[in-house]
């Protein structure tokens, strides 16, 4: 079970990039008609604390989402269980949209499947900005979301991640702060208590559909043994690029067949 007592301090420091961009949207007024010389008033010190001092409100720090009464649906199961698939086909029936996904490789291939479907969408990465024409849907790793711009609709994948020790402020911001007025979130069974406080700060509705899971996992009974044994299909996970190609070359070596590579630097069309 994930603690929501942890999730806030995390999101409050927001490993400074993210604490700037809460900041950015805090209104500056005038605290006083004039300030007297030996510093400002206690008032004006009181708002001051209250503004930039006080961070147990983090819900407040996105005017544009809590202007709105969002309907947030939780589509909630294992991989391979179609639960973003439902939630993508509703952002892209709608008039305007964000998906916001861990990875390059899956905002990219968000930006493609909507597009190839006709609803022009914006790629927004930190490495990558691809503008399409007439655009009012928009594709973007976590980190790079937007919290002042309105949608109808939006997307944030495997929100179970919002627990993650280094990232899981992302997905925080991205929960309390996304300005859509339908919110679609998917992942598994983890995050529902931390979802359900944290949208309990807020006053947003929560939906929970549950989904099972649509192809059977079964594990082998023998381990592989060789690569000689690789079959058709077959996916071979290491742990370094020295090691990706040493295997490839010894997989085609031993049984003939050709061998893809995919790693994490590769851009995200060469990994498809």
């Not at 861990?102 to 490495?127: I, K």
């Not at 020790?165 to 339908?182: F, I, S």
């Not at 023998?222 to 070359?249: I, M, T």
């Amino acid at each position: 079970m994930l603690r929501t007592a942890l999730v806030f301090p995390r999101l409050a420091l927001a490993r400074c990039a993210g604490r700037a961009v809460f900041l950015q949207h805090m209104p500056v007024r005038p605290l006083c008609g004039s300030a007297k010389r030996d510093g400002p008033s206690q008032a004006a010190q009181s708002t001051i604390s209250g503004s930039f001092a006080d961070l147990t409100g983090p819900p407040t720090w996105y005017p544009h989402a809590r202007r709105l009464r969002r309907r947030v649906v939780y589509h909630m199961g294992p991989p391979n269980s179609g639960k973003t698939h439902a939630a993508a086909d509703r952002l892209a029936e709608a008039d305007s949209g964000l998906y916001c996904g861990p990875l390059r490789l899956l905002a990219w291939e968000m930006f493609e499947r909507l597009n190839g479907r006709g609803v022009p969408c914006d790629l927004v990465t930190g490495q990558e900005r691809e503008l399409v024409p007439n655009s009012r849907h928009s594709a973007c790793t976590v980190e790079m979301t937007d919290t002042t711009r309105l949608v109808s609709c939006a997307v944030i994948d495997e929100v179970q991640m919002i627990g993650d020790e280094h990232r899981g402020w992302a997905w925080t911001r991205a929960l309390l702060g996304v300005p859509a007025k339908e919110l679609h979130i998917c992942g598994d069974g983890r995050a529902l208590h931390a979802v359900r406080e944290l949208l309990a700060s807020t006053g947003d509705t929560l939906e929970e559909r549950h989904y099972e899971r649509l192809t059977p996992l079964t594990r082998e009974v023998q381990p592989l043994g060789s690569v000689k044994n690789v079959r058709e299909g077959d996916a071979v996970v290491v742990f370094s690029r020295r090691e990706v190609y040493r295997l490839k070359r010894d997989i085609e070596r031993s049984t003939g067949q050709l061998c893809t590579v995919v790693y994490g630097a590769l851009p995200p069309r060469s990994r498809q």
